[in-house]
């Protein structure tokens, strides 16, 4: 069972950056991808952006591509999204979330291809 953890949520004005780290709970060599989802009140959850554990290919939602960028670190079982240009609109709780190659797969940017979930964490972006 992965276990993952967000940290480095926080409040800052617009314009400004923050990064995003997810850590998990033990090596994962079984990880066929990773990804940030976010949920803001009201509204539905929302992919964010996705990379594959092994080769590093990333796909970013249009909002925010140009602005995050998400990356990992295989040794330190912990991937990254940093986010610039913040703007009010990405204000939300931010979740990680991880695929097994052995779970179904209905593209990286559905959320039921990940099985596992972090708790989340909150950013909030002031005008």
């Known amino acids: 069972q992965v276990q993952l953890v967000e940290s480095g949520g926080g409040l800052v004005q617009a314009g400004g950056s923050l990064r995003l780290s997810c850590a998990a709970s033990?090596?994962?060599?079984?990880?066929?991808?990773m990804g940030w989802f976010r949920q803001a009140p009201g509204k539905e959850r929302e992919f964010v952006a996705t990379?594959?554990?092994?080769?590093?290919?990333?796909v970013y939602a249009d909002s925010v591509k140009g602005r995050f960028t998400i990356s990992r670190d295989n040794a330190k079982n912990t991937m990254y999204l940093q986010m610039n240009s913040l703007q009010p609109e990405d204000t939300a709780v931010y979740y990680c979330?991880?695929?097994?190659?052995?779970?179904?797969?209905?593209?990286?940017?559905?959320?039921?291809?990940?099985?596992?979930w972090g708790q989340g964490t909150q950013v909030t972006v002031s005008s």
């Open positions: 979330a991880a695929r097994q190659r052995s779970d179904d797969y209905y593209g990286g940017r559905a959320g039921r291809s990940y099985r596992y």
């Open positions: 033990e090596r994962t060599f079984s990880t066929d991808a």
């Open positions: 990379i594959t554990w092994s080769g590093g290919d990333t």
